[in-house]
């Protein structure tokens, strides 16, 4: 339960760290001065969220394992 909340923890802290740094970017532009979704989605959202897709492809049966607890818990 502990690595589950470092890693989600970590996973958004980077999203919002390049969301931030995209944003900045964007003001430090000669041109346009809007959010440049792409780069936030492609350097940001991407890279946060494969980790999961790829242990959720290896081990379903963990993800599966840890909804069941939390369904017991409450």
Request: proline residues 4%; hydrophobic residues 50%.
């Amino acid at each position: 339960m502990k690595k589950i909340k470092i890693s989600l923890t970590i996973s958004l802290l980077w999203i919002v760290l390049v969301g931030y740094l995209v944003w900045a970017n964007g003001l430090l532009a000669k041109g346009s001065k809007t959010f440049r979704w792409d780069e936030w989605i492609w350097f940001g959202l991407v890279p946060a969220i494969i980790p999961y897709i790829f242990y959720y492809i290896w081990k379903p049966e963990v993800i599966k394992n840890f909804f069941k607890q939390e369904d017991k818990n409450n």
